[in-house]
């Protein structure tokens, strides 16, 4: 079983950038397909970013060519790098693993969240 431990969230004025990184343990990375999903106050969780196995990525519109989602298998982590941040990207971020590998459908396995705010 893979455990997953989010780090690099913040608050940032508009217009700025955050790169939030996921470190797996516990299990062979190479097994999982990685996404990163966010909920909003009052919001269901949705879908950011997603990555398969094998590297193919899937990303929400709402933040196509401004966010970039990628996996480094050497050291077990994943990254998103945020930019051009705008206050409706203001949510707790979350990491996500799953067997099934697909960049769009989420995993069983979560990370604890990590808050991101952007200050208008």
């Known amino acids: 079983q893979v455990q997953l431990v989010e780090s690099g969230g913040g608050l940032v004025q508009a217009g700025g950038s955050l790169r939030l990184s996921c470190a797996a343990s516990?299990?062979?990375?190479?097994?999982?397909?990685m996404g990163w999903y966010r909920q909003a106050p009052g919001h269901k969780r949705e879908l950011v970013a997603g990555?398969?196995?094998?590297?193919?990525?899937n990303y929400a519109d709402s933040v196509k060519g401004r966010f970039t989602n990628s996996r480094d298998n050497a050291k077990n982590t994943v990254a998103l790098q945020m930019n051009s941040l705008k206050p409706e990207d203001t949510a707790v971020y979350y990491c996500?693993?799953?067997?099934?590998?697909?960049?769009?459908?989420?995993?069983?396995?979560w990370g604890q969240g990590t808050q991101v705010t952007v200050s208008s």
């Open positions: 996500n693993a799953g067997y099934l590998d697909s960049a769009t459908i989420p995993g069983a396995y």
């Open positions: 516990g299990s062979i990375f190479t097994l999982y397909a």
């Open positions: 990555i398969s196995r094998g590297g193919t990525t």
